[in-house]
């Protein structure tokens, strides 16, 4: 008899541990990356030729034009966003290119940041509460925190960004996740002769902004902890790309744009050479809100701006199809990447608000 039971509670098990084995996916880790404000049209289309114009790029000609400007769109974009063309397009998927009816949308009405980056991280837009870019710590539950209390996850969270209002969207203070943001710097007793370094450049490098610092030392931190700390969870918010949209500078815009692109290179060459994230990592990337289109309104955003709440969104990893430029007609929504990440790593998303998983993510 106890032996009949064994063998059943072994089948059980082993039934259990098969079932479970379906369903689990290979990503272990997760990089969510987001480039503020950048717009759909140039990333599915480069250099817009409506505002290369006014930006002295086509007068001075040299390396601005020589480096973004083609006649063909597809060149174009490779020229601005080459990792995006060359790898994500191969190996992963990119959505949000309207003219093959691919959209994907900002589901608050809001259309900036605090609001986008609420929708990217809980699953849901909060148009009630969220609606101000103020410091006012998040009253919703991101997903960084949700993982942040398991125990596998609990200290393998990790938030770095270049604005300074990542410590409230993410609610540093009730979540225990580590934001390094705004012009934050490295801390604790071992930091790295980089870290030294980067604390003092952070100093000496003030940038063009009050509340956001410039993007090369939000990644060097964000890479110097992947070294360091091997972070299971990792999101990456970099700035640049809208406040130089805001100040109409459309050359560093585009100039950033693809340094960023850069960034996001070097983090999944880092990342496919490191065994624990080697084919066991997911990177997702999107933005949290779009812009005008016209030579006026391309600077700004918001619910006054048509079209600004028109986004894009692009994912990477072992359990990713290998789609590349999504031509499927359909509506996505930032909304939809936390429950997407809960999925990828085997879990039950806690909060029923959260938008459903994007299943075309997830072979
Ligand atoms: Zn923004």
């Given at each position: 008899?106890?032996?009949?039971?064994?063998?059943?509670?072994?089948?059980?098990?082993?039934?259990?541990?098969?079932?479970?084995?379906?369903?689990?996916?290979?990503?272990?880790?997760?990089?969510?990356?987001?480039?503020?404000?950048?717009r759909w049209q140039?990333v599915f289309k480069?250099?817009?030729?409506?505002?290369?114009?006014?930006?002295?790029?086509?007068?001075?000609?040299?390396?601005?034009?020589?480096?973004?400007?083609?006649?063909?769109s597809q060149?174009?974009r490779?020229?601005?966003?080459?990792?995006f063309w060359?790898?994500l397009a191969?190996?992963g998927q990119i959505y949000g290119n309207r003219a093959y009816g691919n959209f994907v949308n900002n589901?608050?009405?809001?259309?900036?940041?605090?609001?986008?980056?609420?929708?990217?991280?809980?699953?849901?837009?909060?148009?009630?509460?969220?609606?101000?870019?103020?410091?006012?710590?998040?009253?919703?539950?991101?997903?960084?925190?949700?993982?942040?209390?398991?125990?596998?996850?609990?200290?393998?969270?990790?938030?770095?960004?270049?604005?300074?209002?990542?410590?409230?969207?993410?609610?540093?203070?009730?979540?225990?996740?580590?934001?390094?943001?705004?012009?934050?710097?490295?801390?604790?007793?071992?930091?790295?002769?980089?870290?030294?370094?980067?604390?003092?450049?952070?100093?000496?490098?003030?940038?063009?902004?009050?509340?956001?610092?410039?993007?090369?030392?939000?990644?060097?931190?964000?890479?110097?902890?992947?070294?360091?700390?091997?972070?299971?969870?990792?999101?990456?918010?970099?700035?640049?790309?809208?406040?130089?949209?805001?100040?109409?500078?459309?050359?560093?815009?585009?100039?950033?744009?693809?340094?960023?692109?850069?960034?996001?290179?070097?983090?999944?060459?880092?990342?496919?050479?490191?065994?624990?994230?080697?084919?066991?990592?997911?990177?997702?990337i999107t933005t949290?809100?779009g812009?005008?289109?016209?030579?006026?309104?391309?600077?700004?955003?918001?619910?006054?701006?048509?079209v600004?709440g028109q986004i894009w969104m692009a994912a990477?990893?072992?359990?990713t199809p290998a789609g590349g430029e999504m031509k499927v007609e359909g509506q996505w929504y930032s909304?939809r990447i936390?429950?997407?990440?809960?999925?990828?790593?085997?879990?039950?998303?806690?909060?029923?608000?959260?938008?459903?998983?994007i299943e075309e993510m997830?072979?």
């Amino acid at each position: 008899m106890i032996k009949r039971n064994l063998l059943l509670t072994l089948a059980l098990f082993l039934g259990a541990a098969q079932a479970f084995s379906q369903t689990n996916y290979k990503t272990e880790n997760i990089v969510l990356i987001t480039l503020d404000g950048m717009r759909w049209q140039e990333v599915f289309k480069g250099a817009d030729s409506l505002l290369v114009d006014d930006t002295g790029m086509i007068k001075t000609a040299g390396s601005l034009l020589e480096d973004f400007w083609d006649e063909n769109s597809q060149i174009r974009r490779e020229k601005l966003l080459p990792f995006f063309w060359n790898t994500l397009a191969k190996e992963g998927q990119i959505y949000g290119n309207r003219a093959y009816g691919n959209f994907v949308n900002n589901s608050n009405s809001m259309w900036f940041s605090y609001p986008g980056y609420n929708e990217v991280l809980s699953g849901f837009a909060d148009d009630e509460r969220i609606n101000s870019n103020s410091k006012i710590n998040n009253p919703n539950v991101t997903f960084l925190e949700y993982l942040n209390q398991r125990p596998e996850y609990q200290g393998k969270v990790m938030a770095f960004g270049s604005w300074d209002v990542f410590p409230y969207i993410v609610n540093e203070e009730r979540s225990g996740v580590p934001v390094n943001a705004g012009f934050d710097k490295a801390e604790g007793n071992n930091l790295t002769d980089r870290e030294l370094l980067i604390n003092r450049m952070q100093d000496e490098i003030r940038g063009p902004w009050g509340g956001v610092r410039l993007d090369p030392f939000t990644h060097h931190y964000a890479l110097e902890a992947i070294k360091k700390h091997k972070p299971k969870v990792l999101y990456i918010a970099y700035g640049e790309t809208d406040d130089w949209a805001h100040g109409n500078h459309y050359d560093e815009y585009l100039w950033s744009a693809r340094q960023t692109d850069d960034y996001i290179r070097e983090i999944w060459e880092m990342i496919q050479s490191d065994p624990q994230y080697k084919d066991k990592t997911t990177m997702i990337i999107t933005t949290d809100h779009g812009r005008g289109t016209s030579k006026t309104s391309w600077r700004s955003h918001g619910a006054s701006i048509p079209v600004a709440g028109q986004i894009w969104m692009a994912a990477i990893g072992p359990d990713t199809p290998a789609g590349g430029e999504m031509k499927v007609e359909g509506q996505w929504y930032s909304a939809r990447i936390a429950r997407t990440i809960f999925t990828l790593l085997g879990l039950e998303y806690p909060d029923e608000k959260a938008g459903a998983v994007i299943e075309e993510m997830i072979q």
